[in-house]
């Protein structure tokens, strides 16, 4: 005979209600001990503009900072970006950030260089064979931004912190009226550019005029400047400059590795929490993936556009220039490295590239011949 089971006493059974309220209760402890609060402090917002003109599309890459560090912050912190002219010119913003008129700014070092010539090292240097994305790496890792730091903080005594972002594809000899096949039909010409550049190309007898982005296509018509580069095939064409010149001279030494110059006002800075200073300092990094895929995309598109619309002639500025570009280097690095901290900025990218140029130098794949070898004819002479 088979036994009966046996009969639970009723403490036994399980009581589901009881049980899930006490484990709502004990998940709910943990969560109060384990995870803090989310913070409901007030937004902090800060100011910042950008030294580009309205249609350039280094705003959108300037936005693509903002993002994400709006984005990231949990609504703790908000940039407000404002373009060129919005508060001051494009040349005024370090100066601007530094009083405090603006809590941030969005530019290039070379707007500043007149302040200091090793400003232009971090963004507008010399080329020992490293590209824009090995001398940003020098900046993270290779001494470069404690140099900056020395260089505004120290020597200039300004009242900024400062980040990189973005490295720019070289960019071009410029605009002409006619093509460039000699270092010497560019004497005499004025033409127009900005930082160390304005040296290098002074050396080659070329007479030089440093202006902003907008202001350079109404100087050619003024007949102010003669020729001019800016920076790449999409920030060129918006500001028109297939409309007044047909003929576009690429690849140069003047400008191979330039980034975007992040800034804030030290005292704001140092006002913030530490997780939105780390916030503001890595959305930096974070903006440099978006910002080169941003311009690869623009660059290549509107190049395009240029050829095949705007009638523009394309031409690869020749060996013979850019060996002339090389010895003007030379020459002008000779009479700056007499400043010391100049000379010791100069000396530590030398030493970078010495080692990181030859390690992608030696095992970079040939991608010209791959490009010949699946477009034959497409690339300029």
């Known amino acids: 005979m088979k036994a009966k089971d046996p009969i639970k006493k009723p403490e036994q059974t399980p009581n589901r209600r009881k049980?899930?309220?006490?484990?709502?209760?004990?998940?709910?402890?943990?969560?109060?001990?384990?995870?803090?609060?989310?913070?409901?402090?007030?937004?902090?917002?800060?100011?910042?503009?950008?030294?580009?003109?309205?249609?350039?599309i280094f705003n959108e890459m300037a936005q693509e900072?903002?993002?994400?560090?709006?984005?990231?912050?949990?609504?703790?912190?908000?940039?407000?970006?404002?373009?060129s002219g919005s508060v001051v010119k494009s040349f005024q913003v370090q100066d601007a950030v530094h009083k405090g008129v603006l809590d941030g700014g969005h530019q290039v070092t070379a707007y500043w260089y007149g302040k200091h010539k090793a400003a232009s090292l971090f963004g507008t240097g010399p080329v020992f064979g490293a590209n824009a994305?090995?001398?940003?790496?020098?900046?993270?890792?290779?001494?470069?931004?404690?140099?900056?730091?020395?260089?505004?903080?120290?020597?200039?005594?300004?009242?900024?912190?400062?980040?990189?972002?973005m490295p720019m594809p070289t960019q071009p000899l410029g605009w002409f009226k006619e093509q460039i096949k000699s270092a010497d039909q560019m004497k005499g010409l004025k033409y127009r550019t900005v930082g160390l550049a304005t040296d290098i190309m002074q050396n080659m007898g070329v007479k030089v005029t440093q202006l902003p982005g907008g202001e350079i296509v109404p100087a050619l018509e003024r007949g102010v400047i003669?020729?001019?580069?800016?920076n790449n095939p999409t920030s060129d064409?918006?500001?028109?400059?297939?409309?007044?010149?047909?003929?576009?001279?690429?690849?140069?030494y003047h400008q191979?590795?330039?980034?975007?110059?992040?800034?804030?006002?030290?005292?704001?800075?140092?006002?913030?929490s530490t997780e939105q200073q780390a916030i503001l300092e890595y959305a930096a990094e974070a903006a440099n993936t978006s910002n080169y895929a941003l311009a690869m995309d623009n660059y290549s598109k509107d190049l395009q556009m240029l050829i095949n619309e705007a009638g523009v002639k394309v031409y690869r500025t020749p060996q013979a220039v850019m060996e002339a570009q090389l010895k003007s280097w030379d020459?002008?690095?000779?009479?700056?490295?007499?400043?010391?901290?100049?000379?010791?900025?100069?000396?530590?990218?030398?030493?970078w590239s010495a080692r990181v140029a030859l390690y992608d130098l030696t095992n970079t794949a040939d991608y010209r011949l791959a490009f010949n070898h699946y477009f034959p004819g497409k690339l300029p002479s």
Request: aromatic residues 12%.
């Open 133 to 165: 994305a090995q001398i940003l790496a020098w900046i993270h890792k290779g001494g470069g931004k404690e140099l900056y730091r020395e260089l505004v903080q120290d020597i200039l005594k300004l009242n900024l912190v400062g980040f990189f972002a």
């Open 331 to 351: 020459e002008v690095l000779t009479t700056l490295n007499k400043d010391p901290f100049f000379k010791k900025v100069v000396d530590s990218q030398r030493d």
């Open 226 to 230: 003669d020729a001019f580069e800016y």
């Open 65 to 83: 900072y903002v993002d994400r560090v709006n984005n990231m912050s949990g609504s703790r912190l908000k940039i407000d970006y404002l373009v």
């Open 256 to 272: 191979a590795a330039e980034f975007f110059e992040i800034i804030y006002n030290k005292t704001k800075f140092d006002a913030l």
């Open 237 to 252: 064409s918006r500001f028109g400059a297939q409309d007044v010149s047909k003929v576009y001279m690429m690849g140069s």
């Open 19 to 56: 049980f899930l309220k006490a484990a709502g209760a004990g998940a709910a402890g943990a969560a109060t001990l384990g995870f803090p609060m989310v913070s409901r402090a007030q937004t902090i917002t800060l100011k910042m503009q950008g030294a580009w003109g309205a249609k350039d």
